[in-house]
């Protein structure tokens, strides 16, 4: 773990309960912004449970995609956020009330994933970005194993989320949004246990976050075939 660790508060909000009123007004207006904003479209939600707990994995684009996701479901999402965001009070109370929490990128923040598996065997949705950081030219990068290992602790499913558009409506160091088409699209879920015949843990990690993906890479194609990409064949730190 990094030793310079900020002094906030690492708790995320607590499972189960009711959904924020801030949260739930986002989800009631940001579609209708999208919308109005040049499209705004979502496909395969009923492979997002309605009930228990399941990461949804995405592709990385723009600081847009994590309320992007959130507008595309009917549940709430938590997410991580790098915990610099949190320094400030004001905006550190106003994600928090979106349901992110701290995650330190500097190493391996073994507090944040604790967290992340609590609410997944609590039931609730986590939000993860295998790629760890935005894709600079809207291709896919390398993914790292972290998700599947999350996945396996707290026995949930991997749902795959190809997200297109966002960088386009909100590109790199801009400051408002530019008008453009956004897509959400929900793959089929990865399911740990199907990858157990694989190996070790660390192979079977590979194999499942390769596997969610090539899921994403083929939803991409379906949405933007020139800008989509076979994803990277192995996995970092594999």
């Given at each position: 773990?990094?030793e310079t660790?900020?002094?906030?508060?690492?708790?995320?909000?607590?499972?189960?309960?009711?959904?924020?009123?801030?949260?739930?007004?986002?989800?009631?207006?940001l579609p209708?912004?999208?919308r109005l904003n040049g499209?705004?479209?979502?496909r395969?939600?009923?492979n997002?449970?309605?009930?228990?707990?399941a990461?949804?994995?995405?592709?990385?684009r723009s600081y847009?995609?994590?309320?992007?996701i959130?507008?595309?479901?009917?549940?709430?999402?938590?997410?991580?956020?790098?915990?610099?965001?949190?320094?400030?009070?004001v905006f550190?109370?106003?994600?928090r009330?979106?349901?992110a929490?701290p995650?330190?990128?500097?190493?391996?923040?073994r507090?944040?994933i604790?967290?992340?598996?609590n609410?997944l065997?609590?039931?609730?949705?986590?939000t993860l970005?295998?790629?760890?950081?935005?894709?600079e030219?809207g291709?896919l990068?390398e993914?790292?194993?972290?998700?599947?290992?999350?996945a396996?602790q707290?026995?949930?499913?991997?749902?795959?989320?190809?997200?297109?558009?966002?960088?386009?409506?909100?590109p790199r160091?801009?400051?408002?949004?530019?008008?453009?088409?956004?897509?959400?699209?929900?793959g089929?879920?990865?399911?740990?246990?199907?990858?157990?015949?694989?190996?070790?843990?660390?192979?079977?990690a590979?194999?499942?976050?390769?596997?969610?993906?090539?899921r994403?890479?083929?939803?991409?194609?379906?949405?933007?075939?020139?800008?989509?990409?076979?994803?990277?064949?192995?996995?970092?730190?594999q």
């Amino acid at each position: 773990m990094s030793e310079t660790r900020l002094d906030i508060n690492r708790e995320p909000a607590p499972p189960g309960g009711r959904t924020s009123t801030f949260y739930r007004c986002l989800q009631w207006f940001l579609p209708r912004l999208f919308r109005l904003n040049g499209g705004f479209d979502v496909r395969g939600t009923e492979n997002v449970p309605e009930t228990g707990g399941a990461i949804l994995a995405s592709n990385h684009r723009s600081y847009l995609d994590p309320p992007v996701i959130g507008a595309g479901l009917r549940r709430r999402t938590y997410y991580f956020a790098k915990q610099e965001l949190f320094k400030n009070p004001v905006f550190a109370g106003i994600i928090r009330s979106l349901y992110a929490f701290p995650v330190d990128r500097e190493g391996v923040d073994r507090t944040a994933i604790r967290h992340a598996i609590n609410l997944l065997k609590a039931g609730e949705l986590l939000t993860l970005f295998p790629e760890g950081t935005r894709s600079e030219d809207g291709r896919l990068g390398e993914a790292t194993p972290g998700v599947a290992f999350i996945a396996k602790q707290a026995g949930v499913p991997i749902v795959p989320c190809a997200l297109t558009g966002t960088s386009v409506v909100l590109p790199r160091k801009a400051w408002h949004l530019h008008r453009g088409r956004i897509t959400v699209s929900f793959g089929e879920p990865v399911r740990m246990e199907d990858f157990d015949s694989a190996g070790d843990a660390k192979a079977a990690a590979a194999a499942a976050v390769g596997a969610v993906m090539e899921r994403i890479g083929a939803m991409l194609m379906e949405v933007e075939p020139a800008a989509a990409n076979t994803p990277p064949a192995t996995v970092a730190d594999q």
